[in-house]
């Protein structure tokens, strides 16, 4: 599935709301994932909790209520009103991601799990490294981003990791990240696919999408289907 991303509608659009819709969303890549975090946040449907498990900006909680460690019976007093923020610990300015066995424990608890499950130092485009993205099994759903701002952009200037998405786009870093390539790395067993769990579904969400990207956006998503 590809999804031009609407932000208003997102979770309609990807069918995650209607009755006994329960979900444990990850998302992966660059481009747009805490937006997408939080859009999510305000159209899901009962007890959600938002969290990483990796690092995010400790300003990133958008005013909500923040949970660090929480125990478990914690977790069961959500409200269904207010989405929660969820980190381990914060550092400064950076908050610490939980544990994915922590989101697997606690899916059973409540309605919903949304996970900033990468990182891409802010960059709009990137291909994992060996350790990344963090994500837990009983993920229902992988949504990889793409910011459309990378493409037609030289590799090297505009994503992150660019020597593993030039090996993934059998290409150099100092080339071009075409539409073709995009959809490479984005489609690779090693790309934006690693380490999907065997139930989950996926969809690819590109996000900054103008007038001016448009004819790249829509042959990226040629490329996808």
Same mark, same amino acid.
């Given at each position: 599935?590809?999804?031009?991303?609407?932000?208003?509608?997102?979770?309609?659009?990807?069918?995650?709301?209607?009755?006994?819709?329960?979900?444990?969303?990850?998302?992966?890549?660059?481009?747009?994932?805490?937006?997408?975090?939080?859009?999510?946040?305000?159209?899901?449907?009962?007890?959600?909790?938002?969290?990483?498990?990796?690092?995010?900006?400790?300003?990133?909680?958008?005013?909500?209520?923040?949970?660090?460690?929480?125990?478990?019976?914690?977790?069961?007093?959500?409200?269904?009103?207010?989405?929660?923020?969820?980190?381990?610990?914060?550092?400064?300015?950076?908050?610490?991601?939980?544990?994915?066995?922590?989101?697997?424990?606690?899916?059973?608890?409540?309605?919903?799990? *949304?996970?900033?499950?990468?990182?891409? &130092?802010?960059?709009?485009?990137? !291909?994992? /490294?060996?350790? +990344? =993205?963090?994500?837990?099994?009983?993920?229902?759903?992988?949504?990889?981003?793409?910011?459309?701002?990378?493409?037609?952009? *030289?590799?090297?200037?505009?994503?992150? &990791?660019?020597?593993?998405?030039? !090996?993934? /786009?059998?290409? +150099? =870093?100092?080339?071009?990240?075409?539409?073709?390539?995009?959809?490479?790395?984005?489609?690779?067993?090693?790309?934006?696919?690693?380490?999907?769990?065997?139930?989950?579904?996926?969809?690819?969400?590109?996000?900054?999408?103008?007038?001016?990207?448009?004819?790249?956006?829509?042959?990226?998503?040629?490329?996808?289907?």
């Amino acid at each position: 599935m590809v999804a031009l991303i609407r932000f208003s509608d997102l979770a309609q659009s990807l069918n995650l709301v209607g009755t006994g819709k329960r979900n444990h969303i990850a998302v992966v890549g660059g481009g747009g994932k805490t937006s997408i975090l939080h859009a999510l946040g305000e159209q899901l449907v009962g007890t959600t909790i938002l969290t990483c498990t990796t690092k995010m900006r400790s300003d990133q909680h958008q005013n909500r209520q923040v949970l660090l460690s929480p125990k478990d019976d914690r977790i069961t007093r959500i409200s269904a009103e207010n989405p929660v923020m969820v980190w381990r610990e914060i550092q400064g300015e950076k908050a610490i991601g939980v544990d994915k066995a922590a989101c697997d424990r606690w899916f059973p608890l409540v309605d919903n799990i *949304v996970v900033e499950a990468d990182g891409a &130092r802010r960059r709009p485009f990137k !291909a994992p /490294a060996e350790f +990344e =993205p963090v994500v837990a099994d009983s993920t229902t759903l992988m949504i990889s981003t793409i910011g459309a701002d990378a493409l037609g952009k *030289v590799i090297s200037e505009q994503c992150h &990791r660019p020597l593993l998405v030039a !090996a993934l /786009a059998r290409c +150099e =870093p100092h080339e071009r990240l075409t539409p073709m390539r995009a959809a490479e790395v984005i489609l690779h067993d090693q790309g934006q696919r690693k380490e999907i769990p065997l139930r989950s579904g996926f969809c690819v969400a590109i996000t900054k999408v103008d007038d001016v990207n448009m004819a790249d956006v829509e042959a990226l998503i040629e490329r996808l289907h």
